[in-house]
T-cell receptor, first 112, second 113 residues
Framework: DAGVTQSPTHLIKTRGQQVTLRCSPK?????VSWYQQALGQGPQFIFQ???????QRGNFPDRFSGHQYPNYSSELNVNALLLGDSALYLC???????????FGPGTRLTVL | AQSVAQPEDQVNVAEGNPLTVKCTYS??????LFWYVQYPNRGLQFLLK??????LVKGSYGFEAEFNKSQTSFHLKKPSALVSDSALYFC???????????FGKGTMLLVSP
């Protein structure tokens, strides 16, 4: 049984560009959450998708957007990249919104 | 708003000795509490959780945690540390009315041979 998978593993972009990160949840999970982990910090909640809709959102600007597909996979899009967006982006899935979350290995985004 | 504090940036312990990694929390209602571990260049791995019931929770790899409601603490413990336990440990809290996790800043555990 595959766990949570994320792609790509690493990504380098320049300021002002746009990026799309992808996540496939663990089998049987229908809820996907995204977190940003800056260097030396704990993960910060970006948003959560359930039934193809954004259900909750953390304190992140509208440059951060997402999508969930019918197969429960999800995308995180970041527009107009800033240097401060450099971080490890973690996807977590759960079996509905109340259960514990299982994390993927993350995508390391570097903005130059 | 919910929050988590991990007061120690780093904990050093010799192999074979007991270890404790501290965590305190703040939520408006009854909490769900979690511990995760992160190895270099890896995502977070779930260790254990407290939902309700016994205040001593047992988890993966011999770790356990003690929930103390009066002190709003959820300290991670292990009776005998291994060098392979060296990693970054995160405490997280979720209010029962919400589904999102709030994490602490993390504590680096270094176990020396």
């Amino acid at each position: 049984d595959a766990g949570v998978t994320q792609s790509p593993t690493h990504l380098i972009k320049t300021r002002g560009q746009q990026v799309t990160l992808r996540c496939s949840p663990k089998s049987g999970h229908d809820t996907v959450s995204w977190y940003q982990q800056a260097l030396g910090q704990g993960p910060q909640f970006i948003f959560q998708y359930y039934e193809e809709e954004e259900r909750q959102r953390g304190n992140f600007p509208d440059r951060f957007s997402g999508h969930q597909y019918p197969n429960y996979s999800s995308e995180l899009n970041v527009n107009a990249l800033l240097l401060g967006d450099s971080a490890l982006y973690l996807c977590a899935s759960s079996r509905d919104r109340a259960n514990e979350q299982f994390f993927g290995p993350g995508t390391r985004l570097t903005v130059l | 708003a919910q929050s988590v504090a991990q007061p120690e940036d780093q904990v050093n312990v010799a192999e074979g000795n007991p270890l404790t990694v501290k965590c305190t929390y703040s939520v408006s209602g009854n909490p769900y509490l979690f511990w995760y571990v992160q190895y270099p260049n890896r995502g977070l791995q779930f260790l254990l959780k407290y939902i309700t019931g016994d205040n001593l929770v047992k988890g993966s790899y011999g770790f356990e945690a003690e929930f103390n409601k009066s002190q709003t603490s959820f300290h991670l413990k292990k009776p005998s540390a291994l060098v392979s336990d060296s990693a970054l440990y995160f405490c997280a809290v979720r209010d029962r009315g919400y589904s999102t996790l709030t994490f602490g800043k993390g504590t680096m555990l270094l176990v020396s041979p």
